[in-house]
């Protein structure tokens, strides 16, 4: 049995010892030496059944885990914890949760080797030419937003179903000729590898512990969506409420959007402007507001299909709405910028170093931008857009409407 001290900290840190599926033998003399002196192991079902019994108090994580994590972590304040967690603890894993709630500095991680750094090994890839997405826990419709013919990426598996579930997004998407390579158990006995194609995919269900590598191979015909600003607007579902892919890349030219910012799109349409901002990096996040419920219906299936499926949206009008949401970094006023009081609010809420970028049609939306720019400076253009197009026998230029487009960047 663990020997306990009779005085010790009120917050001991908390050590989490990454297991591969080797289980104990695997383990190296800090980890083993981390398992043997605890006095409460937490982990899931699988991670503690895979070390001995030394005297600890295995405790499962409750389920859900995130609503419940404080609470039982306060049920074991003052002990000896250690977690228990898959490869590397910092990889989707526990490790990063405990590291954002409690700060490093309450937190040791001996990591093991990550089921990444395992696949790339079986594989022969270098961690330079692999992106890696993660669908654990998570909608596996993140894997369209990396998809690019020639790319390799590794997809971190829910479960079992994952990779059935890729391969039929992929197919959907015009990639079903992609090279699909399944490998399960990564590091254990029953290790096992997988392969075929997407299109031609027949196992609904592989290893519940799998990580899928993916060649992205484009079908004859099909067309790859850029990850820069400006796609296609037939790339959209919408009905007309949608900003236009030349003014759409002028708008995130200066929006600016920087890997884990924020982004509220108010009156957001179809929410273009908030997906092609996802999709600018893995880590970007956008909350999209819009009044009506069709369109914000809308807005979450467009996010799903381009590969942004965790993009927020909240259906209500601003500014009522605003009060409640996130500071952002960066703010677009697409619809109702002339809707009194609107810029202020979206200004107000905005930190030093925030961008406001409103777009305008109208009379009342110009007026309203006018002053933006009045009262806070910035940058006031009108954007016109001539497209060539059938005239008569002839070719001629058909114009859309002048937009202004106010934007201003906050001292």
């Not at 001290?5 to 800090?30: C, F, K, M, N, Y």
């Not at 079902?45 to 404080?70: F, M, T, Y």
């Not at 309450?106 to 090994?121: C, D, E, F, N």
């Not at 579902?237 to 003014?247: I, N, V």
Request: glycine share 12%; aromatic share 4%.
């Amino acid at each position: 049995m663990p020997v306990v001290s009779a005085e010790r900290p009120a917050q001991l840190p908390i050590t989490v010892v990454g297991v591969g599926a080797d289980g104990w033998s695997g383990l190296g003399t800090q980890a083993r030496d981390a398992v043997r002196t605890a006095e409460v192991l937490l982990g899931g079902p699988r991670q503690l059944g895979l070390v001995p019994d030394e005297g600890a108090e295995k405790v499962p994580w409750p389920s859900p885990l995130l609503p419940n994590l404080e609470t039982t972590l306060t049920a074991h304040a003052g002990r000896r914890i250690c977690v228990l967690a898959s490869g590397d603890p910092l990889l989707s894993g526990i490790g990063t949760t405990l590291v954002r709630r409690l700060g490093a500095e309450r937190v040791r991680i001996l990591p093991g080797v990550s089921s990444v750094t395992l696949a790339r090994a079986r594989l022969g890839w270098s961690a330079e030419d692999v992106e890696v997405v993660s669908a654990v826990g998570r909608d596996a419709h993140r894997v369209l937003r990396a998809l690019a013919p020639g790319r390799k990426l590794l997809v971190l598996s829910s479960g079992a179903s994952t990779p059935a579930d890729v391969a039929a997004l992929l197919t959907e998407h015009g990639y079903g000729a992609s090279e699909l390579t399944v490998l399960g158990e990564l590091g254990g006995a029953g290790e096992q590898r997988l392969s075929g194609n997407a299109r031609d995919w027949s196992r609904p269900e592989v290893a519940a512990l799998n990580v899928l590598a993916v060649c992205c191979r484009l079908d004859p015909g099909a067309v790859a969506l850029p990850p820069l600003p400006g796609l296609p607007d037939s790339a959209f579902e919408h009905d007309g409420q949608l900003t236009k892919r030349d003014l759409r890349a002028s708008t995130l030219a200066r929006l600016a959007p920087c890997p884990g910012e924020l982004l509220w799109d108010v009156g957001a349409g179809a929410g273009s402007v908030a997906i092609e901002w996802c999709r600018a990096h893995p880590a970007n996040r956008a909350i999209a507001i819009e009044s009506v419920p069709e369109r914000a219906a809308r807005i979450e299936r467009n996010a799903r299909h381009l590969g942004v499926p965790d993009l927020q949206v909240v259906t209500g009008r601003a500014p009522e709405v605003l009060a409640d949401l996130p500071t952002p970094d960066a703010v677009f006023a697409g619809g109702g910028v002339s809707a009194p009081g609107l810029l202020a609010a979206c200004w107000a809420a905005l930190p030093t170093g925030g961008r406001l970028v409103g777009n305008g049609v109208t009379l009342e939306a110009e007026q309203a931008l006018a002053a933006a720019y009045a009262e806070w400076g910035g940058e006031l253009v009108r954007i016109s857009v001539e497209q060539a197009a059938p005239l008569g026998g002839f070719t001629g230029w058909t114009p859309a409407r002048a937009v202004t487009q106010w934007n201003g960047g906050k001292a």
